[in-house]
């Protein structure tokens, strides 16, 4: 079982909403800190979101208000929300321990916004 696997991307209009959610194989998950990246194309990856142990979440400041994480940790999950999207969200989008130190990458998963 992949260690990170992440899903709900998917094209979506401009001032459109998705959820994305990564499942995370690890027992001890509920102990880190985890965090939603993203992927531009020709850009390097990026933050977007943390979210502590016990659930305290915060967006980068250009994405605050429109993206909001969370998580469930009896379940090993990690999720962002984002609403408004905007053509410039258009990415591949991953979830990581953070920071990801050496950790594997998951597959990540494609968000497509049409300008």
């Known amino acids: 079982q992949a260690p990170i696997v992440e899903s709900g991307g998917g094209l979506a209009q401009s001032g459109g909403s998705l959820r994305l959610s990564c499942a995370v194989s690890?027992?001890?998950?509920?102990?880190?800190?985890m965090g939603w990246y993203r992927q531009a194309p020709g850009k390097h990856r990026e933050l977007v979101a943390i979210?502590?142990?016990?659930?305290?979440?915060t967006s980068t400041d250009p994405l605050k208000g429109r993206f909001t994480i969370s998580r469930d940790n009896a379940k090993n999950m990690v999720y962002l929300q984002m609403i408004n999207l905007k053509a410039e969200d258009t990415a591949v989008y991953y979830c990581?321990?953070?920071?990801?130190?050496?950790?594997?990458w998951g597959p990540g998963t494609q968000v497509t916004v049409p300008s």
């Open positions: 690890r027992s001890t998950f509920s102990t880190y800190t």
């Open positions: 979210i502590s142990p016990d659930g305290v979440g």
């Open positions: 990581n321990f953070h920071p990801p130190g050496g950790r594997p």
